[in-house]
C-alpha cells in the first residue's frame, strides 16, 4: 500500500512540473549578461530558449525599445499597453514568444 502511495504521489509531482513549465524564448537586447542576445528584438526570434516557470511566454517591448522574452503567469494570449508606449503580450504554446507584439498594433 505504502508503495502505492509513493508512486501516486511521484506521478503527481511530475504531472505538475509538466503542467507549470512551459519553453520559451528568453532574452534580452540590453545589457549583459547570461540572457543578453543582441538579436532578441529581431522579428521572427529563434534562439535561446529556456524551461521556465509559468502558463505562458511573453514580449515586452518597452517606450524606448527595448524587448525582452520570457514566461508570464497569464492563460490566455494576451496584449497589455503602458503610459510610456511600451507593450506587452503573452502566448500560451511552447515558444510562441517570436514575434514582436504585432497582434496587439
Do not use: K
Not at 528584438?41 to 514580449?59: A, L, Q, V
Not at 497589455?80 to 511600451?86: I, L, Q
Amino acid at each position: 500500500m505504502r508503495t502505492c502511495f509513493t508512486i501516486l504521489l511521484l506521478s503527481l509531482v511530475v504531472a505538475l512540473e509538466t503542467v507549470l513549465a512551459i519553453s520559451c524564448y528568453h532574452c534580452q537586447d540590453e545589457g549583459s549578461g547570461w540572457y543578453y542576445d543582441p538579436t532578441c528584438g529581431m522579428p521572427d526570434y529563434h534562439g535561446r530558449t529556456e524551461n521556465g516557470e509559468g502558463s505562458s511566454c511573453s514580449i515586452t517591448i518597452t517606450g524606448s525599445g527595448l524587448t525582452y522574452r520570457g514566461f508570464s503567469n497569464s492563460t490566455l494570449d494576451s496584449c497589455a499597453m503602458d503610459s510610456d508606449g511600451g507593450v506587452t503580450c503573452s502566448c500560451t504554446i511552447p515558444q510562441c514568444n517570436t514575434n514582436l507584439c504585432e497582434q496587439c498594433q
